[in-house]
T-cell receptor, first 110, second 110 residues
Framework: NAGVTQTPKFRVLKTGQSMTLLCAQDMNHEYMYWYRQDPGMGLRLIHYSVGEGTTAKGEVPDGYNVSRLKKQNFLLGLESAAPSQTSVYFC?????????FGPGTRLTVL | QKEVEQDPGPLSVPEGAIVSLNCTYS??????FMWYRQYSRKGPELLMYTYSSGNKEDGRFTAQVDKSSKYISLFIRDSQPSDSATYLCAIRGNTGKLIFGQGTTLQVKP
């Protein structure tokens, strides 16, 4: 099993550009999450999904959209990137009490 | 006040030392308490979790929860250079979502 994978691993955007981050899991988990991690801030929840076709807002959802069209995939979109969205983005999926994390995507917005 | 507070460190200790990492939380309804370890440029991975109050031991690691003080701890005995990482406490609230502390960066020097 590959576990949780994320693409791309790195990306540099200019202000106002859009992009989509892809998260895929092969563990048949129902719950999936998108976090951002910034220095001194820990992991903050952006959006999450409790199953295929469902999404919900987390702690810091502004400026992001998500979709869960297939159970194994969870997409995070930035419609108009801003420098404040420079961060490391982690996807996770849940089995019971354990969240399995992907390797992260480092995004820089200039 | 943040729901989970954790001293970001950094914490530097010599090899073989006993390490104590701590978090405080504000909501007495929390039941599940977790510690994640994150190596540099990697995703977090679950180290230990405990339910309600008490201790849980796994090799050199001991997780402790004191619900009366709203205080959770992770102890590392005989610390090794390979333990150098960021340690994140996390608490699962009633909604099922995890709330993370800021993370403590630990360096174990040989």
């Amino acid at each position: 099993n590959a576990g949780v994978t994320q693409t791309p691993k790195f990306r540099v955007l200019k202000t106002g550009q859009s992009m989509t981050l892809l998260c895929a899991q092969d563990m048949n988990h129902e719950y999936m999450y998108w976090y951002r991690q910034d220095p001194g801030m820990g992991l903050r929840l952006i959006h999450y999904s409790v199953g295929e076709g469902t999404t919900a807002k987390g702690e810091v959802p502004d400026g992001y959209n998500v979709s869960r069209l297939k159970k194994q995939n969870f997409l995070l979109g930035l419609e108009s990137a801003a420098p404040s969205q420079t961060s490391v983005y982690f996807c996770a999926s849940t089995s019971g009490n354990e969240q399995f994390f992907g390797p992260g995507t480092r995004l820089t917005v200039l | 006040q943040k729901e989970v507070e954790q001293d970001p460190g950094p914490l530097s200790v010599p090899e073989g030392a006993i390490v104590s990492l701590n978090c405080t939380y504000s909501n007495s309804a929390f039941q599940y308490f977790m510690w994640y370890r994150q190596y540099s440029r990697k995703g977090p991975e679950l180290l230990m979790y405990t339910y309600s109050s008490g201790n849980k031991e796994d090799g050199r690691f001991t997780a402790q929860v004191d619900k009366s003080s709203k205080y959770i701890s992770l102890f590392i005995r005989d610390s090794q250079p390979s333990d150098s990482a960021t340690y994140l406490c996390a608490i699962r609230g009633n909604t099922g979502k995890l709330i993370f502390g800021q993370g403590t960066t630990l360096q174990v020097k040989p």
